[in-house]
């Protein structure tokens, strides 16, 4: 027995909507990404004195124990945020390209 119309009109109908609904994602994704690629460019302009201080710090006190972990872990954030902060304008040039 062969599709009737009113079978044929729900697949339609459902078919419209799961294109509908993944649209949306990808608009959200893509958001996403560019609130993610902004945020990341705004965070040295509000932790660079931050930053700078404590590196002056460190290097004043080399033998205070605390500042050199701080100085350490600053280092391990600054790679992360560093590679992060890439992939994040890779994706957003990608998607700007599409």
Do not use: C, H, W
Not at 54 to 63: E, G, K, N
Not at 71 to 82: G, M, S, T, Y
Request: aromatic fraction near 4%; avoid cysteine.
């Amino acid at each position: 027995m062969s599709t009737t119309y009113a079978e044929t009109k729900a697949a339609l109908d459902e078919i419209a909507a799961r294109i509908n609904q993944n649209k949306a994602r990808l608009g959200s994704a893509k958001q996403q990404i560019a609130t993610a690629e902004a945020e990341l460019a705004a965070m040295p302009g509000q932790y660079g004195q931050v930053i700078a201080d404590l590196d002056a710090a460190a290097a004043a006190s080399p033998d205070n124990a605390a500042l050199q972990v701080a100085d350490q872990e600053k280092d391990l954030l600054v790679a992360e945020f560093i590679a992060l902060k890439a992939v994040a304008t890779a994706m957003k040039a990608v998607l700007a390209a599409l």
